[in-house]
């Protein structure tokens, strides 16, 4: 089972940016879809962004044009860039990762993003 460690999390006031970063502990990080979700507070967790084993990203709608995922295959990590940050943005966000083949998926254990002045 592949393990993920997210870091880059903090506080941060609205309009700034943090950049997030998940490293995947696997030696088949190829054969995995990987995204980042997140769960504001009192809510459910929910998508922010995906990125396949290929390359190709998908967003949610409120962080469109904000937000890049992307990934580094060498080193098995997947960065999230977070820009024009919102308090809305406040949340826990988890670093996933599926397997493309059993489809199972993994969780990190979240980091706390806070935007506020």
């Known amino acids: 089972q592949v393990q993920l460690v997210e870091s880059g999390g903090g506080l941060v006031q609205p309009g700034g940016s943090l950049r997030l970063s998940c490293a995947a502990s696997t030696s088949n990080f190829r054969l995995y879809n990987m995204g980042w979700y997140r769960q504001p507070p009192g809510k459910q967790r929910e998508l922010v962004a995906t990125i396949t084993n290929t390359g190709s990203t998908n967003y949610a709608d409120p962080v469109k044009g904000r937000f890049t995922i992307s990934r580094d295959n060498p080193t098995n990590t997947v960065a999230l860039q977070m820009n024009s940050l919102k308090p809305e943005d406040t949340a826990v966000y988890y670093c996933?990762?599926?397997?493309?083949?059993?489809?199972?998926?993994?969780w990190g254990q979240g980091t706390q993003v806070t935007v506020s002045s």
């Open positions: 996933n990762a599926r397997n493309i083949i059993t489809q199972r998926d993994a």
